[in-house]
C-alpha cells in the first residue's frame, strides 16, 4: 500500500498550489480520501474529505472557499487545489484513505510541505 503526496513548496500569500496523492496497492475507489495537515509545535488538523464516489465533499472552516478537493478513480490520485493561500496555511499536508467496513482502515502518505511566505 502506498500513498504518495507531490505538489508541495513555497507560495506567496494569496498565491494557489494544487496537491496531488498517488495510491496504490489497494482498491483506491472504495475509499474515502482526506486531506490533513500538520504544523510544526500543533496537532495534526483535518482539511478536507471526499467520498468514494467523489459525490460529497466536506471542508474544514478553515479552508472552505479557498480549497477544493477532487479525485479520480481511474488515476487513483486525490487532489487539493488550494486557493487565496494564507501563512496560517503553512504545514506539512498528508493524504489520507479510509474506509469503514467490517474494520476500520486508514492508510496515510508521508506528507509534502508546504510553506506561504514571502
Known amino acids: 500500500v502506498q500513498l504518495v503526496e507531490s505538489g508541495g513548496g513555497l507560495v506567496q500569500p494569496g498565491g494557489s498550489l494544487t496537491l496531488s496523492c498517488a495510491a496504490s496497492?489497494?482498491?483506491?475507489?472504495?475509499?474515502?480520501m482526506n486531506w490533513y495537515r500538520q504544523a510544526p509545535g500543533k496537532e495534526r488538523e483535518w482539511v478536507a474529505r471526499i467520498s468514494s464516489a467523489g459525490d460529497t465533499l466536506n471542508y474544514a472552516d478553515s479552508v472552505k472557499g479557498r480549497f477544493t478537493i477532487s479525485r479520480d478513480n481511474a488515476k487513483n490520485t486525490v487532489y487539493l487545489q488550494m486557493d487565496k493561500m494564507k501563512a496560517e496555511d503553512t504545514a506539512v499536508y498528508l493524504c489520507n484513505a479510509h474506509r469503514v467496513a467490517l474494520l476500520t482502515v486508514n492508510y496515510w502518505g508521508q506528507g509534502t510541505q508546504v510553506t506561504v511566505s514571502s
Open positions: 496497492g489497494f482498491t483506491f475507489s472504495f475509499f474515502n
